[in-house]
């Protein structure tokens, strides 16, 4: 079955950081892009960050710009998100999706996501 498991959330206090990863399962992930979204409580998920088939191409949502960095390892069939300086803002549920026909852009187009994880969360807070 083709889906994602996503780990590495927790607790943790504004200022630390945390490293998300996101394994794939039953497919092999080197010829597609990854998108990591959230979803806080209350609020629509939204786009955090998206990696194309290599490092060449990475986009951030502006309010983790220099704070998030997104990777993938395809030799470990996974993509990571290393998250530093975090905030309360960034409580959420933490998933990463994929797609056949789904592009990396910089407005975070949910288009052709079809592949999901249960997600992660990480709670920020003191």
């Known amino acids: 079955q083709v889906h994602f498991v996503e780990s590495g959330g927790g607790l943790v206090q504004p200022g630390g950081s945390l490293r998300l990863s996101c394994v794939a399962f039953?497919?092999?992930?080197?010829?597609?892009?990854i998108m990591w979204l959230r979803q806080a409580p209350g609020k629509e998920r939204e786009g955090v960050s998206c990696?194309?088939?290599?490092?060449?191409?990475?986009h951030y949502v502006d309010s983790v710009k220099g704070r998030f960095t997104i990777a993938r390892d395809n030799a470990k069939n996974t993509v990571f998100l290393q998250m530093n300086s975090l905030k309360p803002e960034d409580t959420a549920v933490y998933y990463c999706?994929?797609?056949?026909?789904?592009?990396?852009?910089?407005?975070?187009?949910?288009?052709?996501?079809?592949?999901w994880g249960n997600g992660t969360v990480v709670t920020v807070s003191s």
């Open positions: 990696i194309g088939t290599s490092d060449a191409k990475k």
């Open positions: 999706a994929t797609g056949t026909y789904f592009s990396c852009t910089k407005t975070f187009n949910n288009y052709g996501l079809e592949y």
């Open positions: 039953g497919f092999t992930l080197d010829y597609y892009e």
